[in-house]
């Protein structure tokens, strides 16, 4: 099944359904996991708050995701 990350994801979410997302988080310096506040935050309010390029951080979530995924 094809994933794609929508605008309502919270960190907590994307790091649950796609482990392979916990590197990139980690990556980007971010301290996501076991953060109290993942569950709340978006991928976009995650980005504000790390001062980090949204979309550079979608671009490397999407890429996670379709790693992880399984035809």
């Known amino acids: 099944m094809k994933r794609k ?16 997302a916990i590197r990139v988080v980690l990556q980007h310096g971010m301290l996501c996991v076991g953060c109290p506040i993942a569950p709340f935050h978006t991928v976009s309010e995650a980005a504000r708050e790390h ?17 992880g995924e399984v035809d």
């Open 5 to 20: 990350l929508n605008d309502d994801a919270t960190m907590d979410a994307v790091m649950r359904e796609t482990p392979t």
């Open 51 to 67: 001062d980090l390029d949204e979309d550079q951080l979608r671009r490397d979530l999407e890429a996670a995701i379709k790693s």
